[in-house]
């Protein structure tokens, strides 16, 4: 039995097949009864914000498939900081322009990224230098266990890059209700903006450097101008717009892989400097700068799929493509980037409905 809702409706790449049912849940209530209503049917639910994050199979999911539609953004002040709720199903987008407009520093440079807030914890998403979990005070949840809501601290998320235990030892386990935000002061918009702020990427400060004394509302048009140019926000009108954003995440490898790669850049893109980046983890390196250098250039295209035409590291369904024929593409473009540099790209996006061999030269 299968609704009439498909995967290629609920998601920015626009693949993928029916979906057994789906419902939107607004309150922990209509929460716990979707959990209620898939334990009763025998099916799995899977929890979907706006579907700009995940590829989707073409048979589609046998399983009850669940968006939370809450939305609201509560402020409060506390004590010198401002400590600001919203509901999952909020857009996050909605959520910066809403700290922008306030005067709250800490998300400005994540203008632009599509979805709704309850995601945003999920791979911690960040841009230009800035990540959601350096603002992030509490995730509030519904614990499928149990049905129980529970408030789980920041400490307690784990937090990495593009990572947190909602995709490792959490997976699956929680549906987000809310997110709490904690912001420093009480939203006078910081003069300055690049004195004494967040590091935030050279190209960005770039970009800001024509600007004097930069507020936040000059922060976020700059980021928008900036990621509308490389088709990185999400816009219907955009010949590059059905795509997951970017489809790999920066490799973070040993100073010995690194080594390995720079003499192979040296080989392959004479007189250019590798970026390479030290950080806690190992030396990050950039995802678009290989896959280029490995000769797969922006709009590079395989029939229906292919680079966008204005950012190496996103994929694209131009119109009318499968999920298997993306899953192909990545697969070669991993290919491309390991026999030139020795090293193994790692899908962002969540993957679903796919067998395991499907999917396994994504990750081996
Ligand atoms: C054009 C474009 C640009 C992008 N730019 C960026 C960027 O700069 N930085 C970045 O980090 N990401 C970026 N992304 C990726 C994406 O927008 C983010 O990961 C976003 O947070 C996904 O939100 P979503 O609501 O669409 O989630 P979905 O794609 O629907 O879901 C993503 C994952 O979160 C889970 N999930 C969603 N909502 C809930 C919930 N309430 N409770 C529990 N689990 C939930 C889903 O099960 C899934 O595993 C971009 C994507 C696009 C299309």
Known sequence: MTSAVTLAELTTFGVGGPVRAYR??????EIRAALAGADQAGAPLVVLGGGSNVLAADRGLEALVLRVRARGIHAERDGDATRVAVEAGHGFDELVAFCV?????GVECLSGIPGDVGAAPMQNVGAYGQEVASSIESVRVVD??????VELARDALGFGYRDSIFKREARDRYVVTSVAFRFAGGGASPAGYLDGSPAVYPELARALEAVDRPSLDDVRRTV???RRRKSMVFDPSDANHRSAGSFFVNPTVTALAADHAAERAAELAPGERMPRFTTPQGDKLSAAWLIERAGLGKGTRRGAVG???????ALVNFGGATARELVAFAVEVRRRVRDAFGIALTPEPQL???TVDEVAPLFD
């Open 352 to 354: 679903l409905g796919f």
């Open 224 to 226: 928008l101008a900036l």
């Open 144 to 149: 499928r266990r149990d049905g129980r809501a």
């Open 307 to 313: 680079l966008s035409t204005n950012h190496t590291l």
């Open 24 to 29: 939107e849940a607004a309150s922990v209530d």
């Open 101 to 105: 407009g306030a005067g709250l520093a």
